[in-house]
């Protein structure tokens, strides 16, 4: 992204036609997000910048493109996704998200860092120049959720943090849990004070403040959220002087209720822009990635114009890169849509910085095949052998029965709450009790270092039998394993410990379905985004076979020990009260 | 301006309630330029900054400041001055702006550069820690301003400029000429990159471009102008993704167009900010600063929220200070203006980074003293002694009559054209012409580097007796003389000489009037802004006993020899054509 001398040169020569230009396209109505009109214009360019948009202009171009009368605009930008938890490699997400006209992701690879620290941004960038988008770096604040409370694979340090926002990739440090600001953590302040001086923005990450806490949180220099539910919410950070990223993924949709309320009470777009923070790779080729959040909001009532420019002009702006991207005019870098329609808008072409990169349905750019790191490939690790002893748990001496708090799960939701059962005694153990749909769910540590294995009771996930497991349990990343018995529960950790990474379903000790997920045990280094699709939708038929009826069980049994996600949190560690931050005994002593 | 760890964590601690707030603004009707609401509520502050803009906060404070239900907005920013034309020191111009409203300056020092180089920055800012309103550097690029036609003091290099970037205080590259980007000078490419890719903006200042030369100026990387005279102009510049600064300055005065038209097509106001360029101290007084404009665009039809966000929070976002000032939002400093109407904004209190520094008609901080340093006080020397010899002008051998090509000045314009005479010759000299209003012009070089003295005749300056000299010649800053004889061009140019810098009227043989300015030459070290005005206004009445006429004698002086603006530019090395920026004859030879 440096701009060079070289290259600015380039561009004025051809801009007065001392040289030619590579390529003009001509015949298409431009839509121009910073005058806000639509009128038919060309497009000149030269390597990957645009150097003319004058109809009139007398230039030279060495290939003219006929557009058909299409209508041009600048690619989309993603303002906050979590790439590196949608299991997919940022060379297999481009066949997502490029048909699509996103040509920016802003991403934010917190659940990797977990695992590998700061060095995996390198990894996820080593194909920055081949990739037909752009990834824009949020620097993972979040690595680790909850210092004390869980192990992680890997922190990143104030001094990595520094490293990483000095990148020209890196557009801001990536979205700041509440609790690392009201509770004044150094090591959190300082990143946010060395994003600001280096003339960067931080973005925010506000769950559950009371408006005086969203104010504390917003004194600090962030400027931006993208967890507003309520209009309310939206409001309040409006007035702070955040802007609001209006999400709309794949469980989170607070579009309607954002664009409803402003259009109704008259309040301006201008300090929104779009996001999907979490969508899956099926629903974004179902419906769409940022057209489909410019295309609800178009059919909500905003004006097209206005809804394409919270896509383009307003990100770049927010993330100040306007001059480099955001709209199509001189100097900017060739990112281009090609539609029929701006009211349901379905590109025809996408061009990235020059390159033609989606055309006829299809990427136009070659599939990248790589070779992730040996170091990123083998990163699941025992501290001891994977027995069923791990898993079983000791009852207090002479009890015939016992009073846990566990996690209920609740339906369609990531959160859990407390609930209070007695379970039985056998053979001085805690049992499980399937009439109660009470089950045995471990966190086993997976990076070598402790050797921990959590052992508790989790309420609600229709298990059966067999046993279910997944490298990924946010946001510490150890293996989350639920089972009828710890037989199995031990044969889906040993399997994962050999896939290094994944998800496995095992059933009377047999592996009946797996799904590895190499790179930092939680993306896939499959190639081909639709079969990714594939594999994770037969992992979802097979836990069926356990009995299973829950929707998504592998994406519920990842959020059963996250630290920031109420109300009971099970780690490696220890079971955590989401609401103190303070572990807890799940048995109760008398 | 860098954002420390102890402030951060102090602004936290006292959002939360943990500690109390310095003091609270309170029964007052808050303009938010985010929201764009304006509504009841009061202003918390600790420190520089807003902690809370909560009315009902359960925050402590020292002090309770009662505001009366007055309006309370962000302060003013001008976004783009000369500062070191006006012959104002930065600690007088405060008298002028602060009870106007303004609290951030964006200053070019080009012209003082020109004499001092970089080091200026560093004098201007000294007391930048004490100043009750901010400057913030846009970096000199007219350093010089025709290299190769000119002597000048000093030029900025590509590393000055490159440390000067990475200073808090700087917000961009400053004005850029087209000739420098339209033929790629590999020194100002440079500053352009290093500019972007440290963050910040670059200013334009496309005067005289056709829309293909703007276009092509823009891909650079210029994302602003201030140079727009006509509609189409302004149009162009938004269409190209520069920003649009409406101007409204002594001379030029370019809202009213902007405004009427935007209004009548429909146009947004997102992409614009306000500044002055060139404003007198006189005016200001008069008239207001950035108020001014603010108030004309209401009177024009903009509504106040909007025209004061023009003012505020559309300057900081494009500047990228918006996370700092630019709204009345958490985390930003408290640069407040409380005033009783938002439809004719006259300021009944300012504040700057906390403090009261404007109140009941009086800056409310000390002026300051100071002594500027010795080198910047002693900037006039010359080569050779200075003579009345050195003004006469040989006519080609043997001629009785000479024709010459010379500038015609053109009523109320810093613009003249060529002008072509027949000159008397007289004992082999070349003489003035009364009857035709032809006076004898020189440039002095006054940098002691080569003891230039180009002489020259103009044409309109309407002088009859006497000389006035000033050693501000745009923008190369040496000395311009004019005068009805030698002997009282030479005794001005001496009295410079000895004042080390400022404006002087002499009649036969002796100083009627003067006026240090011993900054550079160019700016008093008075430290009454009024007093300055006065001075400046004698000297202009010292004028008229010349027999001059015009308005600003001084002024029109000063521009006679700039370079930069058409027709003709004499300067200390020759007569420059400045549409060609080649040297031609003044003396036609048959």
New interface residues.
């Given amino acids: 992204m440096?701009?060079?001398?070289n290259e600015?040169?380039t561009?004025?020569?051809?801009?007065?036609?001392k040289i030619p230009c590579d390529y003009v396209l001509k015949n298409l109505k431009l839509v121009?997000v910073?005058?806000?009109?639509i009128y038919e214009a060309k497009i000149f360019v030269k390597g990957k910048?645009?150097?003319?948009?004058?109809p009139d202009?007398?230039?030279t171009a060495e290939r003219e493109i006929d557009c058909d009368g299409m209508y041009a605009l600048p690619g989309f930008i993603d303002s906050h996704m979590h790439l590196s938890s949608s299991m997919i490699n940022p060379e297999a997400m481009a066949q997502a998200i490029v048909p699509k006209g996103t040509t920016t992701l802003c991403a934010d690879f917190m659940e990797i860092a977990n695992v590998t620290g700061a060095p995996v941004v390198d990894v996820m960038l080593e194909n920055a120049d081949k990739l037909p988008y752009r990834i824009a770096i949020e620097v993972p604040t979040r690595v680790p959720t909850a210092p004390g409370l869980e192990t992680t694979g890997n922190i990143i340090s104030v001094e990595e943090a520094r490293k990483i926002l000095s990148m020209?990739a890196t557009v801001s440090l990536g979205e700041i849990a509440p609790a690392k600001?009201?509770h004044?953590t150094?090591d959190n302040?300082?990143k946010?004070?060395d994003s600001?001086?280096?003339?960067?923005?931080v973005n925010g990450h506000a769950v559950g403040c009371s408006?005086?806490?969203l104010?504390?949180?917003?004194?600090?220099?962030i400027?931006d959220d993208h967890e507003q539910v309520e209009w309310e919410e939206a409001?309040d950070r409006?007035?702070?002087?955040m802007h609001v990223f209006i999400r709309e993924g794949s469980a989170e949709r607070n579009l309607p209720m954002f664009v409803e309320n402003a259009l109704k009470l008259g309040?301006?777009f201008?300090?929104t822009c779009f996001c999907t923070d979490d969508k899956h790779v099926h629903d974004i080729e179902a419906e769409g990635h940022i057209n489909h959040n410019v295309n609800q909001a178009i059919k909500l009532g905003v004006d097209p114009i206005t809804a394409i420019s919270i896509a383009t002009i307003n990100a770049a702006?927010h993330f100040?890169v306007?001059?480099d991207y955001g709209?199509l005019?001189?100097?900017?870098y060739a990112d281009i849509i090609l539609c029929r329609s701006i009211e349901d808008i379905q590109p025809e072409q996408v061009w990235f910085e020059g390159r033609k990169v989606f055309e006829e349905g299809k990427v136009a750019v070659e599939k990248i095949e790589r070779t992730y790191p040996e170091w990123i490939r083998d990163t699941v690790h025992f501290k001891r052998p994977i027995t069923p002893e791990l898993f079983r748990l000791p009852a207090p001496a002479g009890k015939s029965s016992v009073t846990v708090t566990i996690p209920e799960l609740i339906k369609d939701q990531i959160v859990n709450k407390k609930f209070t059962a007695t379970l039985p005694v056998k053979d001085g153990l805690v049992m499980r009790d399937p009439a109660q749909d009470i089950m045995k769910f471990a966190i086993v540590e997976r990076y070598g270092k402790n050797g921990n294995v959590g052992v508790y009771f989790v309420k609600g996930f229709t298990l059966e039998r067999g046993a279910v497991a997944y490298s990924m349990s946010h946001n510490h990343q150890n293996i989350c394993v639920l089972g009828a018995n710890d037989e199995d529960m031990s044969a889906a950790v040993n399997e994962i410990g050999r896939m290094k990474g994944g998800l496995v379903t095992v059933i009377d000790g047999k592996v009946i379905a797996k799904m590895p997920l190499t790179i930092g045990g939680l993306i896939s280094e499959e190639v081909e985004a639709k079969n990714i699709v594939k594999q994770i939708l037969a992992m979802n038929e097979s836990a069926k076979v356990t009995g299973c009826t829950l929707p998504a069980p592998f994406m519920t049994l990842s959020f059963i020990g996250h630290p920031a996600v109420p109300q009971l949190a099970p780690t490696d560690m220890g079971l955590v009260d989401v609401a103190t931050q303070q572990f807890i005994s799940m048995i109760h002593e008398e």
Same sequence: chains 1, 2.
Avoid: F, H, W
Wanted: include cysteine.
């Fill in positions: 440096k701009r060079t001398l600015t040169n561009l004025i020569d051809c801009g007065l036609g121009n910073c005058s806000r009109e910048r645009i150097v003319s948009i004058d202009a007398s230039l020209d600001i009201l004044r150094d302040i300082q946010i004070c600001l001086n280096c003339g960067k923005i408006y005086q806490e104010s504390a949180y917003a004194s600090a220099g400027t409001l409006l007035r702070l002087g309040y301006s201008e300090n702006k100040r306007d001059q709209s005019t001189p100097g900017r």
